[in-house]
């Protein structure tokens, strides 16, 4: 792990995996999350630089109030100068999956990638609720209401998760993951899920926070004008964020292909499917 000064002051840290290279895949993390929850990728990626960040207010990232989607381009910009890159693929999961959107925008990005990426809110076509677990609409409901409310909720109903354990992880997700999910979750994969996790919150829940009042408001950047290839994956048994996301994804982004695949959740499709996406995005670097 290292942090970077940003011009307006704040550090941000990032982690990567040491190889020397001006091509990158940039890991763009959940929510709740930090850069160090992609392990298991940082492993499989060895031909080319891997590169996480945790966004504001995670982690030892300061926070950023007020920060919508947009806004985190010019934060992962900084970082690939500060290392060199000059060519890259974005890859987010769940709450990274807009970031990663949101990445296209840079020019030396050439496509992104998004694994149950969240959808936009406040558009007619997509209920953004409809079907998630019984936790999340209480905890969108809170972000709808303000800063103050999420942050009681928070507050209230959250700060287990700050020392919780792999063997506790299933039953804190409760509602949020279905048999898919939860035949995914091994004691390792469960262990390093809730390690990410203590560390995303061991100093505040300021980025969960800022990332869900994100969420209920656009997304700051428009997906019609994205013009550079976008591959969305995505499974029927997700209950952190439904397959409509990804089906209005793919309607809204001109060059967007959907690889869907049923009886998969928000965990195992990108358990499943990272030896797929890795090559797909070096593929897209090789190019």
Known sequence: MSQITLKDGRKLEYFENGVESERAILLLH??????????????????????????????????????TVADDLHDQAAVLDHLGVKKFVSIGWSGGGPHSLNMSREPRCVAAFTIAGVGEWGNPDLDF???????????????????????????????????????????AFGGLIGEADRKCLTPELAEISARGMRRALSVS???????????????????????????????????????????WLQKHIPAAKLNFVPGHGHISIGEEFRPNIIKEAIDFLNA
């Open 30 to 67: 959940g929510t709740p999350g930090d850069g160090s929850t992609w392990e298991r990728w940082f492993e499989a990626i060895t031909d080319v630089k891997a590169i996480s960040t945790s966004r504001p207010g995670y982690g030892l990232s300061d926070r950023h109030k007020g920060r």
């Open 129 to 171: 609720l409809d079907g998630m677990g019984p936790e999340n609409l209480d905890e969108f409901g809170e972000a709808l209401k303000g800063e103050a409310a999420i942050t009681e909720w928070m507050d209230k109903n959250a700060v287990g998760l700050k020392d919780v354990t792999g063997d506790q992880l299933i039953e």
């Open 205 to 247: 829940f300021d980025g969960w926070i800022d990332d869900d009042l994100a969420f209920v408001r656009d997304f700051a950047f428009k997906l019609a004008e994205i013009n550079k290839p976008v591959i969305l994956y995505q499974g029927d048994d997700d209950f952190m964020v439904p397959h409509a996301h990804s089906y």
